[in-house]
């Protein structure tokens, strides 16, 4: 090898020491600098949250009460001869409770029937006269007049015997009877109240935030004395608020069969409500904002913080229901409290124990 090429191999090879001993003494400071960034950073716990199905549930302490309450009043004025229902018995629709004595009603039906039968034969006379010229179109009138009259009176005379039966106007209980044989009984007064429980209300009072939750055919759930009762439907929601309470009437239907359940006992009135979609997460992630309202702190994809307020809609022993985030976020679980929006942290991921 000439002396030429020997001193182009030596300098080639000095060439390349030079440019890769460069190369390691940048590179350190590099991966130097990296960790002073990581360091730097706030660490903070983030979990992957999911919207997935969440069905609602309100329990309210609420009170039955009877599908029907009804004053059965007197509608002609007469003496008790019979009383047909004892109080505490059960009655069929139209069934008798209390009888009034008829006195001369059959006598007066009697005399309504004679009287229409005479008015009815004084009108057809008076149109054969005026048909032969000789009755007037006055008489004529006076005529039908009188017949009109005296079909009203008959029909009169009618209702006030068929009424003097007070019967029931559905099926229930006669919760009271006030009046017994011999008692005379005023057009209007009460001869007995009868209340229907089958089917049962159970009446209780929502808050403002939780009516709009509710519809009418939500399923419900009664507990009466520790005892658990299935069937019940939302059968009413009030459109005002109650002035002193400022809560919402709401009455649940549920099947009574045998009677047993009474109105004005004690319940617990669980609503299902209708599904929808929420976060369920852990109740220490929650924070207050500025404003006081419930928010959250979420990573961007740029690992950055944000804030999100939320609406807390139910809890579990897993931990609490909330809506107003995206259908994926990534959570901040632990250090939400020590970061602020806009500032970029160093995640780590904590597995999820949340069912």
């Not at 090898?1 to 001993?21: D, K, Q």
């Not at 929808?276 to 924070?287: D, E, G, R």
Request: net charge negative; charged share 20%.
């Amino acid at each position: 090898m000439n002396t030429n090429l020997r001193l182009a191999l030596i300098f080639a090879v000095a060439l390349l020491l030079w440019f890769f001993s460069g190369l390691l003494r940048d590179a350190e400071p590099m991966d130097t600098e990296a960790k002073e960034i990581a360091n730097s950073l706030t660490n903070v716990q983030v979990i992957n949250s999911v919207e997935r199905p969440f069905n609602p549930t309100i329990s309210l302490r609420a009170k039955t009460k009877a599908n029907r309450d009804v004053q059965v009043l007197a509608q002609v004025s007469g003496k008790i001869s019979a009383t047909l229902a004892e109080e505490g018995s059960f009655v069929t629709a139209g069934q008798g409770i209390c009888q009034i004595d008829a006195e001369d009603r059959h006598l007066r039906l009697a005399q309504a029937k004679a009287s229409l039968e005479n008015a009815d034969i004084a009108y057809r006379g008076a149109l054969k006269l005026k048909s032969a010229g000789y009755q007037s179109d006055l008489a004529i009138s006076q005529a039908k007049a009188t017949q009109a009259a005296a079909r009203t009176n008959l029909k009169r005379a009618r209702l006030d015997v068929q009424n003097l039966q007070i019967k029931a106007p559905f099926d229930g209980i006669v919760e009271t009877r006030p009046v017994e044989i011999g008692d005379f009984i005023m057009a209007g007064q009460l001869c007995a109240t009868v209340l229907e429980l089958n089917p049962l209300k159970v009446e209780a009072l929502v808050a403002e935030r939780e009516i709009s939750a509710l519809a009418l055919g939500d399923r419900a759930l009664v507990n009466i004395a520790g005892k658990d009762y299935e069937g019940a439907v939302i059968s009413f929601l009030a459109y005002q608020a109650d002035p002193a309470t400022k809560g919402y009437r709401v009455e649940a239907t549920m099947p009574n069969p045998d009677r047993t359940l009474r109105a004005g006992i004690s319940a617990r009135l669980t609503v299902l409500a209708n599904a929808k979609p929420a976060h369920l997460i852990p109740a220490s992630s929650i924070l207050l904002d500025d404003q006081g309202e419930t928010a959250v702190r979420v990573l961007s994809q740029e690992g950055m913080v944000d804030s999100v307020r939320v609406t807390v809609v139910g809890e579990s022993s897993a931990g609490i229901w909330v809506t107003g985030m995206d259908s994926d976020v990534i959570l901040i679980v632990v250090g939400q409290n020590y970061v602020i929006d806009g500032e970029l942290v160093n995640p780590s991921y904590q597995s999820s124990s949340l069912n």
